[in-house]
């Protein structure tokens, strides 16, 4: 065997090795995205501008995305074709794009992302009484996080002519008059928060897995082509 070959098997086997953690951790995002879906199901008939729900289907996309490419990768190694492989370095380059675009568009423009989001979830407050699905979301946000309204009570009042939906009140009773005081926007993007750290330090893992994907796919390329220039 010769050296290029050498060098080719190495690259080989250390690109499956990173391509399958990626594809594990692709069903890692996927299934905590499933987990949120069914813990928020409750929720299903407000907008996806809500926190979790938000934060919930991201995964959702994000793990199948990376599932798919994880496989192509490791597909593309084991059979060392040069079209998967650059099928590959082309999805993962652009997702690794993606991915970076989209953290500093939210880290930029975060407070616009929250205001437009609390508008959103103002106009759906007005089907309150028509849509029961969304009357039953609603409750049980508010039961739920112990909240009120969007960014406060008074959002309820030109919903429900100057009064409050009884999810507003611990005691749960048709009159509901002094409501709970924290808003269900913030509320709901605090619980988000406190049980998604472990997630974002599992998304950077898989980011590094990335960008040492795209380092070995690209060095298996070329190997593959010294290979068969040399055997040519």
Not at 136 to 158: A, E, H, L, R
């Amino acid at each position: 065997m010769s050296v290029s070959q050498q060098c080719l098997c190495g690259v080989k086997y250390l690109m499956f090795v990173f391509n399958l953690i990626f594809w594990l951790g692709g069903c890692g995002l996927f299934g905590v995205g499933v987990w949120l879906s069914f813990t928020q199901s409750e929720f299903s008939s407000l907008p996806l501008s809500f926190p979790s729900l938000s934060a919930a289907n991201l995964l959702l996309v994000a793990g199948g995305i990376t599932m798919v490419t994880g496989f192509l990768g490791c597909l593309g190694a084991l059979k060392e074709q040069r079209c998967l492989l650059f099928m590959f370095f082309l999805i993962l380059l652009l997702l690794v794009l993606i991915e970076v675009t989209l953290v500093l568009v939210t880290h930029i423009f975060h407070d616009k992302l929250d205001s437009r989001a609390q508008k959103e979830l103002k106009e759906d407050m007005k089907l309150y009484k028509s849509e029961p699905g969304l009357e039953k979301s609603w409750d049980s946000v508010q039961k739920m996080f112990k909240c009120c309204g969007v960014t406060n009570k008074t959002d309820w009042y030109n919903v429900l002519n100057g009064t409050l939906p009884s999810s507003c009140c611990s005691v749960g009773t048709d009159a509901c008059v002094e409501g709970w005081p924290e808003p269900c926007y913030q509320k709901a993007r605090e619980w988000l928060l406190n049980n998604i750290p472990s997630v974002l330090v599992f998304g950077v893992c898989i980011g590094v897995v990335q960008i040492l994907a795209l380092v070995f796919s690209m060095l298996m390329y070329c190997q593959i082509l010294s290979v068969e220039k040399h055997l040519g």
